[in-house]
C-alpha cells in the first residue's frame, strides 16, 4: 500500500473521525460510554420496575378486591411481597416452562398400565418428594385462615 493509497483512506475517514469529535466535544460520547458500562445495572433495574409495575397494577384492582372479597389488609400484603425471594420462583417458574416447552413432548406415552414396582420406584425418588411437600405447602397455605 503506497503514502497515497494511506492518504486516501484518511481523508474517507474524515467525516467520520469529524463526527466522533462533535459527539465527544457535545458530551454524548460520555453519555453512551456509561450506558454501556452500566448496561448491567440498568436492565437489572428495568425488570425490577416490571415487577413493581405489576404489583402496582395489584394494588389498582384492591378496590374491585375489597368490594368481591372482603377488606384485603395492605400492609400484610406489601409485607408479604417483600419477603419474596422473586429470584428463585422466576427461576423455578422459567425451569418448568423450559421443560415443558423441550423436554415434555420426549415423555413416552402409556401403553398400558405401569408395574407396581417402577410406580414405587417413582414415588421413592427425590423429584416425587419434594414435589409432594411442595404440593402439602401449598395446601396447607390455602386451607390456613388468617384472623
Do not use: V
Not at 453519555?31 to 425488570?47: G, V
Not at 425490577?48 to 395489584?58: N, V
Not at 423450559?98 to 417413582?122: F, R, S, T
Amino acid at each position: 500500500m503506497s503514502d497515497e493509497d494511506i492518504l486516501d483512506r484518511i481523508r474517507e475517514l474524515e467525516p467520520t473521525i469529524d463526527a466522533i469529535k462533535k459527539l465527544q466535544e457535545s458530551g454524548l460520547m460520555a453519555a453512551l460510554e456509561t450506558l454501556a458500562e452500566q448496561a448491567d445495572l440498568i436492565i437489572n433495574y428495568a425488570s425490577d420496575m416490571e415487577i413493581l409495575g405489576t404489583l402496582s397494577l395489584l394494588f389498582r384492582l384492591m378496590g374491585i378486591a375489597d368490594i368481591s372479597l372482603g377488606k384485603i389488609n395492605q400492609e400484610d400484603l406489601i409485607k408479604d411481597a417483600k419477603e419474596i425471594d422473586w429470584a428463585s420462583l422466576f427461576k423455578m417458574l422459567f425451569s418448568i416452562l423450559k421443560y415443558i416447552a423441550n423436554d415434555a413432548k420426549n415423555i413416552p406415552k402409556p401403553a398400558g398400565k405401569q408395574k407396581l414396582k417402577d410406580a414405587l420406584g417413582e414415588l421413592r425418588s427425590p423429584e416425587t418428594e419434594y414435589l409432594m411437600k411442595l404440593m402439602s405447602g401449598i395446601s396447607s397455605q390455602i386451607m390456613s385462615k388468617k384472623d
